[in-house]
């Protein structure tokens, strides 16, 4: 069987807020016009918001302007940020709530002038991607864009989905279908954090030449049905509260000290709260193990008081794309753009993305659609490196607000969060520093080796407030057709064994928040490295924080991976 | 030859399902649906037999809401010709089902009808059987092979401890099992043309029947949490936990 081509004028690759923007903008644009525009979106999740895992305490900023009416339209933005609070933890037990006025501005959810919401990034999605249908764009579930089309020019012509049915040596079983060609005068890349196909145009075209390193953080979130309190139980839920916090266990003795980061606790609709914790992946603790991290942190009391008697409902990770400005790559390319955590849009000093990755979007469809209707031939077939994109980029709030928090996480990571803390204070409350920290040391390179540091140890999990990997795993839905090949690749099959194991003891058996990995010994004590690819939540740390940059995250099968419900 | 598959909604069998906090029901908020794969497998079976060019026409129908037309345009997607959509607010038990589909098969005249022989929500494995009897049409359930000849159907059966072919005079209705064959995947251009294969929409007073619930679902539980093994130090004492502690000895 061949290979069928399909022809649009935009190809999106991922269903998340910055593609289902530009998708959405693009339509809007065409029709007001009223001319005719072909739009494809295509999700390697088995639904749309299936992959989408986010806190998420959202500001509307992007979203009042590309549907104003969204709250008529029943945008699944319900619960508004009524009380923020602010932890220092310093042990398991002890935690002291940071004064309001010390905190940096950037940290505030509500009061005069902000207006932001605790929700679902998931269910936002499925909102965006009606309206997007309902507009004319074709999206298309189940379908990962699994390779680049380059066309004679060098420049970006569109994507191949992967094909279906081969079986794990690669061969054709009796329902393999081949994947599509998806060829487009611009195509859009929207993949997300650490997006492969992203990974892929930014070394091609260089895109990060002259920024700083990428920085990326680990988040694990979950989500919880807590039970309905007496009123007067000052632990009771509480719509519209926002809990954040750091230091204890990423910061303190237990771990070594060695990581940084921080918790959110937010308190949704329906006594449902969900609790996170992002890992810094800056870390160099060989030991360090986020997801057991996670699990303890639920037990400080500042958690456990809402959690208690309550029900673990839903588990997932994802990495968080949070270089910010000094590490924002170029976001375009001949015949392509790169666009929200796939490039890395988002706002760390907020701690928020979503309204900075839809409004790259939306900018995006600006300039696409300013391209396309334009009357000379040149620029309206497509395939140009559309620079001015950089220029609306740069004179929209997105560039404002990301260039303002630009020292944000250069100076966390640099100073800690005492020092860095305080310097974040200044910067964004008191008076703008007039110079840039830069921080450029990749995170895959700071790991140290077995012997240069200290064990850590963790508790056992106790089944009620901390689980282990395996139940958790169970309950991110996560699924791959059994019998296909592999899409973690090793470049080098030895290394793992040969390298990782004596000098790191295989850190990818601990920063995998869902047991892809493990090095097993048989009964001759021969050691395997084996990788539960069936497990693999989509989060990318590995393809992330692998010391030999040694795996490769490629898109499975369609449809694959986890099936979260709201988170 | 006209071919009526009906199919249902239910949850993807990838999705751990949840019981809602009072225990009232199954919590179905924001949790991803699928087609039933029974259901995908009478309609992989019946879009079979029209490239066979044994049949002329694949009619799917669906009782639901309207977030069923979703599964309707799945089977057009995997070469179904048309839709039907019974428009009901919520989903009819297996009786009234069969009342709704049997309005359409007396519209339809279909000479077979193939459906799945279960739904993975409810387990029910009854509605294909009513929708017979009720028919009076012969009916060939737990189908592991479909061969037509003339006016006649031959079916293989998974029965206990075997398999049995019957021959069935058509019209007929067949409910589908595991082994029929295995669905292909929708591709992409097939996607896009059945968002413009014909869909109508109709009620049940348009079929002229009354749905009547006769069950009320009073409560649901989840299954009891395993509790954690012991490991015991010697025969007897495990003999001895078999039968005072476990009694199952």
Same mark, same amino acid.
């Given at each position: ?567 | ?44 079976? $019946? !879009?079979? &037999?029209? +490239? ?9 129908? %669906? =009782?639901?809401?309207?977030?069923? #037309? ?32 049997? $309005? !359409?098969? &007396?519209? +339809? ?9 279960? %739904? =993975?929500?409810?387990?029910?494995? #009854? ?35 075997? &398999? ?86």
């Amino acid at each position: 069987m061949q290979r069928e081509a399909m022809e649009f004028d935009v190809v999106i690759v991922g269903a998340g807020p910055a593609g289902l923007s530009t998708a959405c903008r693009l339509m809007q644009q065409a029709n007001e016009a009223g001319t005719e525009l072909t739009v494809c979106v295509v999700e390697k999740g088995s639904e749309v918001g299936a992959h989408i895992l986010s806190g998420a305490v959202i500001e509307p900023r992007a979203l009042n302007e590309l549907f104003p009416d969204w709250k008529e339209q029943g945008a699944p933005l319900n619960t508004e940020v009524t009380e923020d609070q602010i932890f220092l933890l310093k042990n398991d037990q002890k935690g002291s709530k940071i004064p309001n006025f010390l905190v940096p501005k950037t940290m505030h959810n509500h009061g005069a002038g902000y207006k932001n919401y605790i929700a679902s990034v998931g269910n936002l999605c499925r909102w965006l991607a009606d309206q997007a249908e309902q507009l004319g764009v074709e999206v298309f579930a189940g379908f990962p864009a699994s390779h680049i089309i380059y066309g004679d020019e060098g420049q970006v012509a569109g994507i191949g989905t992967g094909d279906m049915g081969l079986d794990e040596q690669g061969n054709q079983k009796d329902s393999y279908m081949p994947g599509m060609d998806l060829l487009a005068k611009y195509t859009i890349f929207s993949e997300g954090c650490r997006g492969h196909l992203g990974k892929e145009l930014i070394a091609r075209y260089q895109l990060d030449a002259g920024k700083d390193a990428q920085h990326y953080g680990l988040g694990i979130k979950e989500l919880w049905d807590i039970p309905v309190r007496e009123e007067d139980d000052p632990a009771k839920h509480q719509p519209g509260l926002v809990l954040h916090g750091a230091g204890w266990p990423l910061a303190s003795k237990e771990s070594d000290g060695s990581a940084s980061g921080g918790f959110f606790l937010y308190h949704l609709e329906d006594n449902q709260v969900v609790v996170g914790l992002i890992t810094d992946l800056n870390y160099d603790n060989p030991h360090l193990s986020p997801f057991d991290e996670f699990q303890r942190l639920k037990h400080h009391p500042v958690l456990a008081q809402y959690l208690k008697g309550g029900k673990r409902v839903s588990y997932g990770a994802r990495a968080i794309t949070k270089g910010g400005f000094n590490a924002l790559p170029k976001m375009t390319m001949p015949g392509a753009l790169l666009l929200g955590c796939d490039a890395g849009t988002l706002n760390f000093a907020k701690i928020k993305g979503t309204h900075t990755a839809m409004k790259s979007g939306m900018i995006a469809a600006e300039t696409i659609f300013a391209a396309l209707s334009a009357s000379d031939q040149e620029s309206s077939e497509g395939g140009k490196d559309l620079t001015a994109y950089t220029e609306n980029f740069k004179n929209s709030w997105v560039y404002e607000e990301l260039y303002r928090s630009r020292n944000f996480g250069p100076a966390l990571h640099k100073y800690g969060t005492m020092v860095g803390g305080a310097l974040n204070f200044i910067d964004q409350n008191i008076v703008s520093l007039p110079f840039t920290i830069h921080d450029n040391y990749p995170d895959y390179a700071q790991m140290k080796a077995v012997s240069e540091c200290a064990p850590i140890s963790y508790p056992k999990p106790d089944g009620v407030l901390s689980f282990d990997k395996p139940s958790s795993v169970f309950l991110s839905n996560t699924n791959h057709e059994e019998n296909q090949l592999c899409h973690l690749k090793l470049t080098n099959s030895s290394i793992p064994l040969a390298q990782n194991l004596p000098k790191f003891n295989e850190p990818a058996q601990r920063y995998c928040p869902a047991g892809v990995y493990e090095v097993l010994e048989d009964e001759q004590g021969e050691k395997q490295f084996q990788i539960n690819s069936q497990n693999c939540v989509h989060c990318k740390t590995c393809d992330i924080k692998d010391p030999a940059q040694n795996i490769t995250w490629v898109t499975p099968e369609g449809g694959g991976g986890p099936n979260y419900p709201n988170m | 030859m006209k071919i009526l598959v009906p199919v249902k909604r239910v949850i993807d069998y990838n999705v751990k399902v949840r019981v809602k906090a009072d225990n009232s029901d199954v919590d179905l908020a924001n949790v991803k649906m699928a087609m039933n794969p029974f259901c995908e497998i009478a309609v992989e079976e $019946a !879009v079979r &037999l029209k +490239e066979a060019g044994v049949a002329t026409e694949v009619v799917v129908a %669906s =009782i639901g809401d309207k977030a069923c #037309q979703e599964q309707i345009r799945t089977a057009l997607a995997l070469g179904a010709d048309r839709g039907i959509q019974i428009e009901t607010d919520t989903a009819p038990d297996a009786l009234s089902a069969a009342k709704l589909l049997k $309005a !359409v098969v &007396l519209e +339809e005249q279909p000479q077979l009808v193939i459906m799945g022989k279960q %739904s =993975i929500d409810s387990d029910n494995n #009854q509605t294909g059987q009513m929708l017979a009897a009720l028919l009076d049409q012969p009916q060939a359930t737990f189908a592991s092979e479909v061969k037509v000849d003339g006016d006649k159907v031959q079916v293989t059966r998974e029965i206990d401890g075997g &398999l049995q072919t019957l021959e069935l005079d058509m019209p007929a209705v067949i409910t589908t099992d595991l082994r029929l064959n295995e669905p292909r995947y929708a591709s992409l251009p097939n996607i896009m043309k059945a968002k413009r294969k014909p869909l109508d929409v109709k009620t049940p007073d348009d079929l002229g029947v009354v749905v009547s619930n006769n069950i009320t679902l009073i409560s649901v539980n989840p299954p009891a949490e395993r509790q954690a093994g012991i490991k015991v130090e010697s025969v007897t004492e495990l003999v001895e936990k078999l039968k005072n502690e476990a009694k199952a000895i």
